[in-house]
């Protein structure tokens, strides 16, 4: 984000880019944990999405991490390539990019042997977005997402993944996208980084 104004920076940014240097400092001995389990591995995601976050674009972001076996493997922050018209929209799109990645993971930890028993669960906090990944023909509102966005609802309709219900407090992605207060950052953050 801070990137963006690195052409034309003022005081407010400099600020930014302090508070950030100031966060990899007293993160510095942060690190994620892998542990051997005898266990099999199992694959699950979070995405959310910002409503209209970019405030000059009015673009969502989207943002997702996955896990395997409770450490992270795969994250990304992205913002949408079009304005989303709706919450349930933005979240929609998000779920169809968690989707995507959902769909190669599994396939990568086949290819290693490794295959997934079941669908992934994706944490989803939208029932908006859930519902429509499930039965499209009641959201007459969504008629106009494109095709590429639909995505993750072929996936929950041939089994691949189930957008799974989460309270928006245990929303692990949400550390990608959303400025949260120290507290909720820490709560997250302690989910997916070890000190």
Not at 45 to 66: P, R
Not at 119 to 135: A, F, L, R, V
Not at 150 to 172: A, C, N, W
Request: hydrophobic share 40%.
């Amino acid at each position: 984000m801070l990137a963006k104004y690195a052409n034309n920076p003022d005081k407010q940014h400099l600020d930014a880019a302090k508070s950030i240097i100031k966060y990899l400092k007293g993160t510095k001995n942060a690190f994620i944990e892998y542990r051997a389990s005898s266990e099999p591995l199992i694959l699950e995601g979070y995405c959310d999405s910002d409503y209209a976050g970019d405030l000059m674009s009015q673009k969502s972001t989207s943002g997702y991490t996955f896990m395997l076996n409770g450490a992270p493997i795969s994250w990304s922050y992205k913002r949408q390539g079009c304005v989303a018209t709706l919450s349930t929209e933005a979240e929609y799109m998000a779920a169809s990019h968690a989707a995507k990645e959902a769909v190669w993971l599994c396939c990568l930890m086949s290819e290693l042997g490794y295959p997934q028993k079941g669908p992934t669960i994706i944490h989803e906090d939208s029932t908006g977005c859930i519902g429509m990944s499930k039965n499209p023909i009641h959201h007459s509102t969504m008629k106009h997402i494109a095709v590429h966005q639909h995505f993750v609802r072929e996936r929950v309709e041939r089994g691949d993944v189930i957008l799974q219900k989460i309270t928006s407090q245990l929303q692990v992605a949400n550390v990608f996208i959303k400025a949260l207060d120290k507290v909720k950052f820490v709560f997250h953050w302690d989910k997916l980084i070890r000190l």
